[in-house]
T-cell receptor
């Protein structure tokens, strides 16, 4: 069965610092890969997605993620964090053509210090 | 566009009571989903629907029921509430089975005491 691991439960960074959130998945073929963000009291919003092609994908709010097949990873990055980026981030994996099988990681909560 | 609308936002139930969580979308999406989110556990799929009249179980369906009589609405029914159903419930929709992202509502926080 496919699985998603986000090793960091909670990360704290200073405003302006760079950020990398880790995501590893276990799946036989290359799945569809997503990063979602959840602000307090809100639903999840898509940051970016990867299906095929260029392994570096750009998303909204200045985020990017890199797919590394050899490491089964899809890490999320941002060069300079803003206070408004404080939220919880979820990596998710689905087999191609199977959104009902979408599996979410347990999330990484990001705190941004001024 | 309202997107995905969930009601109510908060609810407290007593053990054994029943309730329906409402979900409506105005994007004409065929696919709709119900998830529950528990602290530190990510999201778990309860039920999903691929179109009006068609529903199927997800990973954690026990204690819940759904129906899909229209494209727009996908209510989730709790028949006999239990403390284990204390959670935040999210409804989501998508136009297809994988390429497009899910559009989420803002959730319903349910407490069963």
């Amino acid at each position: 069965a496919q699985s998603v691991t986000q090793p960091d439960i909670h990360i704290t960074v200073s405003e302006g610092a760079s950020l990398e959130l880790r995501c590893n998945y276990s799946y036989g073929a290359t799945p569809y890969l997503f990063w979602y963000v959840q602000s307090p009291g809100q639903g999840l919003q898509l940051l970016l997605k990867y299906f095929s092609g260029d392994t570096l994908v750009q998303g909204i709010k200045g985020f990017e993620a890199e797919f590394k097949r050899s490491q089964s990873s899809f890490n999320l990055r941002k060069p300079s964090v803003h206070w408004s980026d404080a939220a919880e981030y979820f990596c998710a994996v689905a087999p191609q053509g199977g959104s009902e099988k979408l599996v979410f990681g347990k999330g990484t909560k990001l705190t941004v210090n001024p | 566009n309202a997107g995905v609308t969930q009601t109510p936002k908060f609810r407290i139930l007593k053990i054994g009571q029943s309730m329906t969580l409402q979900c409506a979308q105005d994007m004409n999406h065929n696919y709709m989903y119900w998830y529950r989110q528990d602290p530190g556990m990510g999201l778990k799929l309860i039920y999903y629907s691929v179109g009006a009249g068609i529903t199927d179980k997800g990973e954690v369906p026990n204690g819940y029921n759904v129906s899909r009589s229209t494209t727009e609405d996908f209510p989730l029914r709790l028949e006999l509430a239990a403390p284990s159903q204390t959670s935040v419930y999210f409804c989501a929709s998508s136009p297809d089975r994988g390429y497009s992202p899910l559009h989420f509502g803002n959730g319903t926080r349910l407490t069963v005491t």
